[in-house]
């Protein structure tokens, strides 16, 4: 895209109305906004690069743009945060339209929409190779609220929110390229395309002390892993514990296990409370209708993650995340 182009299309993607006041925008040198002093900056970036993140034949630019801020919203929840603004990188090859970068822009919107957040600025470069999006997103959270990895302790319940396995059910739907089968597994597709961060259930436990954190982008015993390790313990979870969707079972019952612990991008809350603090926590979800499951517990230890299996028997999760019996 020439520099005129360029000029043209930020004015295209400069949002008409904000959700913040008092905020300096797309349009100058950067953006400015004012910070409140109860509270601490949460900042994270997440970067998506065509036939590595997406496929066009399984992404539309809409879903692009969504997904890339939605994945970033997530990690704010994962902080127990409330999200404010976004900031876009996009790196453009020559053979994207300007009507599909914009399609990205509307799906970016509806993602910040939902979530009250402005875009409040980026950079747009041309290339030679695929097209790269890098969102950064920015929000708040009371000072002093941690809910840090290495939280979790001896005799915590292990819970997960929502259903696991979806995302990568959706991938697999889509990549079957069935057209009926796509029509039946709406759902599963849904949840690939279009995830929900879980933001509400980030603000309930910021409000819990000593909670450990992470949420479902790499797979569940991947998340678990880097729970265990930074807080030096075990975990042991349940296998029959874990939760799926109905569509997910009735799409694959034999794959739902696997994809469950190692699909990824369901962009779930996992983590870790005191025993104590779980039935406050289910009692508060329930009235929310968040839908939260204990699928485990923290043991002493150094970093390993079990799985107890449907006939009762315990086994090590591989420091990759792999494991033979689900595969
Ligand atoms: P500068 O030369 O000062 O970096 P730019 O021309 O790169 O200015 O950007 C002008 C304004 O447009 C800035 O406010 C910048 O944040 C914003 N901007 C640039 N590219 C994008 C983009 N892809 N998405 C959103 N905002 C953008
Ligand atoms: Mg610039």
């Not at 509307?106 to 009250?116: R, T």
């Not at 797979?219 to 729970?227: A, D, N």
């Not at 296998?239 to 997910?248: D, F, G, H, V």
Request: net charge negative.
């Amino acid at each position: 895209m020439s520099v005129r182009d360029e000029f043209d299309f930020i004015k295209k993607v400069q949002p008409a109305t904000l959700h913040h006041s008092g905020l300096i925008g797309i349009g100058d040198d950067a953006a400015i906004f004012s910070v409140d002093a109860r509270f601490e900056q949460i900042v994270c970036v997440d970067t998506m690069v065509e036939d590595k993140h997406f496929l066009p034949t399984t992404m539309s630019p809409y879903h692009i743009g969504y997904k890339a801020l939605a994945a970033n919203i997530s990690d704010i929840a994962a902080m127990g945060g409330i999200p404010q603004y976004y900031l876009v990188s996009i790196s453009i090859p020559s053979n994207w339209k300007e009507s599909e970068l914009l399609e990205i822009y509307d799906g970016l919107k509806k993602a910040g929409d939902e979530y009250k957040m402005d875009l409040i600025g980026g950079d747009t470069t041309s290339t030679h190779s695929k097209l790269v999006i890098s969102v950064t997103a920015i929000g708040k959270v009371e000072a002093g609220r941690r809910l840090l990895r290495s939280n979790a302790e001896e005799g915590d319940v292990v819970f997960v929110s929502g259903t696991l396995g979806d995302a990568q059910g959706g991938l697999d739907v889509l990549l079957e390229g069935n057209k009926e089968v796509q029509g039946q597994n709406s759902y599963l597709i849904r949840r690939h395309q279009t995830p929900t961060p879980r933001v509400t259930l980030g603000r309930i436990l910021s409000q819990f002390t000593r909670v450990s954190l992470n949420d479902v982008s790499d797979g569940l015993v991947s998340e678990l892993k880097e729970i265990s390790n930074a807080s030096n313990v075990n975990m042991v979870i349940d296998s029959e514990t874990i939760p799926y969707s109905r569509a997910l079972l009735e799409y694959n019952n034999e794959k739902a296990l696997k994809w469950a612990l190692t699909g990824g991008e369901d962009f779930e809350l996992v983590g870790t409370i005191s025993k104590e603090n779980w039935k406050q926590l289910s009692a508060i979800c329930e009235k929310e209708n968040i839908p939260l499951s204990n699928i485990g517990y923290v043991q002493r230890g150094k970093g390993k993650v079990y799985i107890r299996n449907k006939n009762g028997e315990l086994e090590e999760v591989s420091d990759s995340g792999y494991n033979h019996f689900f595969s």
